[in-house]
């Protein structure tokens, strides 16, 4: 027989092979490095979303505060104070027109108020008359409001009858008469807001604001409403019923005269408290008073 061939394997060194191993081993841990910083991030990720869970709405919500830049629509403020509407015309110092309609109305009187009469309403221009419904055309007109009910919702001449609600929850009848433009006045059952109405009116009068600030002559003109004042002049003497004429006649009682060219500016008045009656008696702020824009007159006098 012939010699048998001897086929040689290559040899493989070990220095080799623990390389190969070192490799593996190596890549095999990255791979697990890489999916433990994925879980890390995606925790972290979660973490930040669940921050901004409805919870933490909630408890702001809870608190009173509204997010940054959010303004709550009035037609939602309004809403849980009564009937919700927009005023469209004044018609006096204590009776409104409304829209939409409700219960098929749209004339509404104040409940608890009487503002002296106008000629727009249909009467001759009691004093302060014009006044209050300016003050009322310039805090209302336009603007949604919310009608709040009583015991008796409707007059004998089919009105409705209202407490007047504004966005930011002041009762409005109130406001009329603290501000000295209309008086209190019982109004049967519709008794709700009585007592605020006629503490309203005792400042009012303490003060001297609004029509309480008017001369015997020009209070005895008003309605008598039971508060001492009004029901005719009789007893007045006729020198003190003289109605002073226009142009040397305040828009407003409890401010300075109008000077000689009818324009007042802020410093015809002692206080911002008597330019603010002007501002709110003049729609528009012919004279004007607000020099920044943000409804309050002469703000930096006293």
């Given amino acids: ?6 086929v040689r394997k290559p040899a493989v060194s070990l220095g080799l092979l623990g390389a190969i191993l070192a490799v593996l081993l190596l890549a095999g841990c990255g791979g697990e490095a890489d999916s433990s910083a994925e879980g890390q991030t995606g925790g972290a990720e979660e973490t930040l979303e669940q921050t901004d869970d409805p919870a933490r709405e909630e408890a ?5 505060e509204e ?5 709550q629509d009035p037609e939602e403020l309004l809403a849980p104070q009564g009937a919700v509407v ?7 110092g204590d009776t409104i027109i409304v829209s939409p309609p409700v219960e098929g109305r749209t004339e509404v009187d104040l409940i608890g108020v009487d503002a002296p009469e106008t000629a727009d309403a249909g009467e001759n221009d009691q004093p302060f008359g014009p006044a209050a419904a300016n003050y009322v055309a310039s805090q209302v007109e336009g603007r949604k409001v919310a009608l709040e009910f009583d015991e008796v919702v409707e007059d004998d001449s089919g009105r409705l009858l209202a407490y007047v609600r504004l966005p930011g929850g002041t009762l409005f009848n109130r406001e009329l008469i603290h501000q000295g433009y209309a008086q209190a006045v019982r109004s049967g059952p519709n008794a709700a807001h009585r007592e605020e109405l006629a503490a309203a009116q005792r400042d009012a009068r303490d003060e001297g604001r609004g029509l309480w600030g008017l001369p015997p002559g020009q209070l005895c003109q008003l309605a008598d409403r039971g508060n001492g004042i009004g029901g005719g002049c009789e ?9 002073p004429e226009p142009e040397d006649e305040a828009p407003v009682a409890g401010v300075p005269p109008l000077p000689p060219d009818g324009d007042y500016d802020c410093g015809h008045f002692a206080s911002q408290e008597q330019a603010q009656r002007v501002f709110d008696a003049e729609p528009g702020d012919p004279h004007e008073l607000d020099e920044e824009g943000n409804g309050i007159a002469c703000e930096w006098l006293p």
């Fill in 1 to 6: 027989m012939g010699r048998a061939l001897r």
């Fill in 60 to 64: 702001g919500a809870a608190s009173g």
């Fill in 67 to 71: 997010p940054a830049g959010v303004t």
């Fill in 86 to 92: 927009t005023v469209r015309r004044v018609v006096d």
């Fill in 235 to 243: 007893d007045v003497p006729a020198s003190q019923q003289q109605v």
